[in-house]
């Protein structure tokens, strides 16, 4: 398999949480949270940052260089363990700061994460749509799109997550197609963040289907996709919720992997699992205490699309 991929990014920045827990502002649209029988807030600070730092010592053993941040802050940022929904960095130079629909989300942006980023990678510019919160106007990142950086196109499940206005000027800016979709699980809630339905690798998309109710803008995203030329592998309900659908691709020194939780990888089929590896390693995380909070390892995980600065 190639070792060079604009798909998959060779580095992430992570956020090590010191004050985690499943964030109350969040959880009237995500399903995908709960508070589960554990409710002491310190426990369950200390075993996500144990889950944080065990997953970036197996990333960087599989050579994927890991930008590990401590967040010290205070229970004002219970989500911070998930900067992929306040940035984005892509080829050229561009990093992209995000509109949070939550207000104590918007507490995650952090200085320093884009400073280091200037400094060890190269970058032109930062186009920051933040300022859209105060119209009401919202776009989660890498969460609200899943991004084919090949084909240039944004598929999005419609939500109070993702503003077409700001989806629309993203796709400007940064030269994607946006494809949105509406979607609903067996009780007609719709999807709050498009990652946790969907994945695209260099060679391959897990999509979850069932969850695109209109028929023809299913089997279009499906046409899609394999025009692309990836084997398109779809996820069924129980998989989604396994967080399946939430795994990202990255280059590592021995080739590409699959970054995905274990649960997630324990949900997959045998057949399912030998696609995958037809081009990607996985490569599963132990994240139990982190799904809590309705996210898994796509949404820990920030890929830099940046090119590294030489060293002298």
């Known amino acids: 398999m190639s070792i060079i991929s604009i798909q998959a990014p060779s580095a992430v920045v992570v956020i090590r949480p010191h004050c985690f827990h499943p964030n109350p502002e969040t959880a009237a649209d995500n399903t995908f949270q709960h508070t589960g029988r554990e409710?002491?807030?310190a426990v369950l600070a200390v075993a996500?940052?144990?889950?944080v730092t065990e997953a970036a010592a197996t990333l960087e053993r599989a050579g994927v260089r890991t930008h590990v941040f401590d967040d010290h802050g205070d229970t004002?940022?219970?989500d911070s363990v998930f900067p992929n929904n306040w940035f984005s960095t892509h080829a050229g130079g561009h990093i992209a700061l995000?509109?949070?629909?939550c207000a104590n989300r918007r507490r995650e942006r952090r200085g320093d994460v884009v400073e280091m980023l200037k400094a060890e990678y190269r970058v032109q510019d930062v186009i920051d749509y933040s300022g859209l919160e105060y119209d009401g106007v919202f776009l989660e990142g890498t969460g609200a799109m899943v991004l084919d950086h090949v084909a240039r196109v944004a598929y999005t499940a419609r939500s109070k997550r993702a503003d077409p206005v700001a989806l629309e000027r993203f796709c400007t800016h940064f030269n994607f197609e946006p494809m949105c979709f509406d979607t609903a699980d067996r009780f007609g809630r719709a999807v709050y963040h498009t990652n946790v339905m969907m994945s695209i690798g260099t060679e391959f998309a897990l999509v979850g289907f069932d969850l695109i109710f209109d028929a023809s803008r299913r089997n279009e995203i499906r046409q899609r996709l394999i025009e692309s030329g990836r084997t398109v592998i779809a996820l069924d309900h129980e998989q989604i919720n396994s967080f399946a659908g939430n795994a990202l691709e990255l280059t590592g020194t021995g080739g590409r992997v699959l970054a995905l939780s274990e649960r997630a990888a324990e949900s997959l089929t045998s057949q399912q699992r030998a696609q995958i590896e037809q081009s990607a390693r996985l490569l599963?995380?132990?994240v139990p205490t982190i799904?809590?909070?309705?996210?898994s390892v796509r949404c820990m995980l920030a890929?830099?699309?940046l090119a590294r600065?030489?060293?002298v």
């Open 291 to 295: 799904e809590m909070a309705g996210g």
């Open 98 to 101: 995000y509109p949070m629909h």
């Open 309 to 311: 600065r030489s060293r």
């Open 284 to 286: 599963p995380l132990r």
């Open 39 to 41: 409710r002491d807030h």
């Open 48 to 51: 996500a940052r144990d889950e």
């Open 76 to 78: 004002q940022t219970p």
């Open 303 to 305: 890929g830099i699309h």
